[in-house]
């Protein structure tokens, strides 16, 4: 039996911004989050023996948000402001994790992973990981942290990997499986775009929040 197809959702996502990195403030109302250019500037080269291709520098991205627009709220209304005044903030999109399949809080059920191969042993009854419900990327969670599930053998669905391997032997414990978290960020960036609104008849306040990072972003990761 083939296992599922992992797929993260945009459900209770949160998208924050910092003025200092610390304290964190939540952008109610976002309801779109799309990253789009960046890529290299390609050019051809011609001469009489031959031709080329070659790429230049990778850029950096545009953000764009759709939202419903809150202009009462405080933090809205420091969105604008530092729009206006051309203020670089601190931004990160999170996700949510669900849980697949709780711990255990007794009896044999336990899981351990060796610290090169990143093979994981079970103890106990095993799981059937061929269930459409699980599938590699999701995470294995032993003693608080994540390990992420690289394959899942089709011929035995128990025989699992993860990758990157520990480095140490993980010891068995409870385990629970879960679609992890992630997160972009924190990235610096300034607001291009914020308080232009759309209102039409019968219809709701929505605006497009859009921001310039100040570099590339960072790689999305497990929280």
Avoid: C
């Amino acid at each position: 039996m083939a296992t599922g197809l992992t797929v993260h959702g945009s459900e209770f996502t949160k998208f924050e911004y910092s003025k200092d990195g610390t304290a964190w403030i939540e952008i109610p109302g976002v309801s779109g989050y799309s990253e789009s250019g960046g890529e290299a500037p390609e050019r051809d080269i011609v001469a009489f023996s031959g031709i080329a291709k070659r790429s230049g520098h990778p850029r950096v991205p545009s953000i764009e948000l759709q939202a419903v627009y809150q202009p009462a709220h405080a933090a809205w209304k420091e969105i604008r402001n530092a729009s206006i005044a051309g203020t670089v903030l601190q931004f990160r999109v999170t996700t949510k994790e669900d849980e697949i399949l709780p711990a255990a809080s007794s009896g044999d059920n336990k899981a351990g992973i060796a610290q090169t191969t990143g093979v994981v042993t079970f103890a106990g009854t095993n799981p059937d990981l061929g269930q459409a419900q699980y599938g590699v990327g999701q995470a294995l969670k032993i003693g608080g942290k994540n390990y992420v599930i690289d394959s899942i053998s089709d011929a035995d669905p128990a025989a699992v990997k993860v990758k990157p391997a520990p480095g140490v032997n993980v010891e068995a414990g409870y385990y629970s499986i879960a679609l992890p978290a992630l997160r972009r960020g924190p990235f610096p960036a300034t607001v291009r775009i914020a308080g232009n609104v759309s209102l039409e008849s019968e219809g709701d306040m929505t605006t497009t929040l859009a921001l310039a990072p100040r570099g590339q972003l960072p790689e999305w990761t497990i929280v």
